[in-house]
């Protein structure tokens, strides 16, 4: 078997539109859109049971859809497998590997499968796999494992790289390492799909954000963006008690709140944006007054991605 | 890793290497686990080697070796081609590995091929194992190669596909009980060591009808007693095979 043509570097790599799975009478995916673009990192949020594995393993070939259509790399994951799997790599969320078999026998079989593998030695050095020696899958450490699958995912040097969560189960150095590892992936040119409940992991690392819920898109865009949109920042400071805020509002646009919380200590909320923050410094020096203690908080991803799917705990 | 490791270059390797690869790992995982060694090695060696020179069961006329010898080859296509690649595969199957392969080059059908081979490497060196040590307490054969190899082949596709529906069907744990209880049944009813002519007539007729029963006679048929080709116990056994590799194509569950 040839290996296949690069495809086109437009477009989507992954195309989603209205999937829908159920399984028996419960739809784990219920209209789900996606896009994912080529050579970014695009990062799939969502709690427990929104349908994240699902719709991964839906592209992955895993299940067909109930309906709707899924295009990954131009082709149909089910009825293209043979000429879709030599290119993507995927990371299970668990498992995958014989309970005898050693990390690098497990890999090095992988490579076998494929016509231009990565150097194995080079790749097991990067992954911190050396330290495994001669014990089998079943007696390496969660963390080893982990980074195992992570490893049999890129080896065959696939356009497209599927991670369910990639970094469950990591000590924090394990988990900037394979973070190292993603961005070099994007670097060179390879797409990433990734699962995660670590928001600081799709902030650092992911170019496109796709929240979902109840197996449907939210929302979907940069990081930045989303903190941008939609959630209200605050602007702190102290000063002189007992300023005149209806005059400061009248300078601020239409929706900022101002509130006097305790003796000159001062909150307002609003879009918070550098326009803002200048109006308010040149209302104090127009009245005199030295704000001190100034802070900004923005939002998080934290707290849009509570904002969208509440903060109540799922089952 | 300097720039541009990662830089894609994708393609499955030929046909041939990934099967032979995956052949190579499946026959080492089945070698290296001790209770499958226990299965395909240990217990037919013990069972030869005891038999034969302790007379606990009365297995006919001639020496007992050349009673034995057959059924314990009709054991040790069972214990690899049934047992050990029942348990294997349910445990690959629990563990994702089924799973993790599916998305990989290598073709469903391949990933059943190399396993057909791995089977069929372990089964040539447990007969090169059992035939040196029968010949050491002094075997005799007789017969048609030709006969004996078609029977071993259809005795493996015939528990090939038992093993391969049981897997694909039950849990993990069910497969490993069931599989090693099925085992001890067949090892005492199947006319291994212990003639069927020893049951009852009508239990007999039953049993008779058993694959391991069939390879068991067909094999001392030919063996034994220098038989041309088995016919009837070819039968029962090609029988079995389209049951159950047909039952496996069509129950099994890759996850």
Not at chain 1, 267 to 283: E, F, K, M, N
Not at chain 2, 17 to 34: F, K, P, S, V, Y
């Amino acid at each position: 078997m040839k290996s296949e043509p690069a495809p086109p570097p437009t477009g989507p790599v992954v195309q989603v539109r209205g999937l829908v799975k159920r399984y028996g009478s419960r739809a784990a995916v219920d209209g789900l859109d996606l896009d994912v673009r080529a050579g970014a990192v695009t990062a799939v949020l969502g709690p427990n049971g929104a349908g994240k594995t699902t719709t991964i393993e839906t592209c992955e070939g895993y299940r067909r859809p109930d309906d709707g259509t899924v295009r990954v790399l131009g082709l149909d994951p089910v009825a293209d497998a043979a000429r879709l799997r030599p290119r993507i790599g995927v990371m299970l969320q668990s498992g995958g590997v014989y309970s005898g078999a050693r990390a690098d026998e497990m890999l090095r079989h992988m490579a076998k499968l494929h016509a231009h593998p990565l150097d194995v030695d080079a790749l097991i050095e990067r992954l911190g796999l050396g330290g495994c020696g001669r014990t089998t899958y079943r007696r390496l450490s969660g963390g080893q494992q982990q980074r195992l699958a992570l490893a049999m995912a890129v080896v065959g040097r696939p356009e497209l790289v599927f991670l369910d969560e990639p970094t469950a189960g990591l000590d924090p150095q394990a988990r900037r390492s394979t973070w190292e590892l993603v961005r070099e992936l994007r670097t060179d040119g390879v797409s990433v799909v990734l699962t995660t409940h670590f928001m600081d992991e799709a902030e650092e690392l992911a170019d496109d954000v796709a929240i979902i819920d109840a197996g449907r898109l939210l929302t979907q865009g940069s990081p930045e963006a989303l903190c941008r949109g939609g959630a209200e920042n605050t602007l702190r400071f102290t000063g002189r008690p007992g300023l005149d805020l209806g005059s400061l509002l009248k300078a601020l646009p239409d929706g900022t709140e101002a509130a006097e919380l305790t003796t000159g200590a001062y909150r307002i909320t609003g879009d918070v944006d550098p326009q803002l923050l200048a109006t308010v410094t040149s209302w104090c020096a127009q009245h005199g007054v030295m704000p001190s203690g100034i802070s900004v908080e923005r939002h998080t991803l934290e707290d849009v991605f509570l904002e969208l799917t509440g903060k109540e705990l799922r089952a | 890793m300097s720039a541009g490791t990662y830089a894609p270059r994708p393609g499955a390797a030929p046909l041939g290497r990934m099967i032979a690869a995956q052949t190579a790992l499946e026959t080492r995982m089945l070698l290296r686990n001790g209770e499958q060694l226990l299965l395909t090695v240990i217990i037919p060696t013990l069972l030869l080697v005891l038999f034969s020179a302790v007379d606990i069961v009365d297995t006919g006329s001639g020496e007992s070796v050349d009673f034995l010898t057959p059924g314990i080859l009709a054991l040790a296509v069972m214990s690899t081609a049934f047992t050990g690649q029942a348990i294997a595969t349910g445990f690959e199957r629990r563990y994702g590995v089924l799973k993790r392969l599916a998305a990989s080059p290598l073709p469903r059908w391949g990933l059943m091929t190399a396993k057909t081979l791995a089977v069929l490497v372990t089964e040539v060196l447990q007969v090169v194992l059992l035939t040196v040590i029968a010949f050491a307490l002094g075997w005799s054969p007789h017969g048609n190669p030709f006969a004996v190899l078609l029977l071993l082949v259809l005795g493996t596709a015939a528990f090939s596909g038992l093993g391969l529906l049981m897997a694909g069907t039950l849990k993990a744990e069910a497969t490993l009980a069931a599989a090693n209880l099925v085992f001890l049944l067949l090892l005492v009813g199947g006319g291994v060591i212990v003639p069927l002519e020893k049951f009852p007539d009508a239990v007999q007729s039953v049993l008779g009808l058993l694959p391991i029963a069939a390879l068991s006679d067909g094999l001392r048929d030919v063996l034994q007693n220098g038989a041309a080709m088995p016919w009837g116990d070819l039968g029962i056994l090609a029988v079995w095979t389209v049951l159950g590799l047909g039952a496996a194509a069509r129950f099994f569950r890759w996850e």
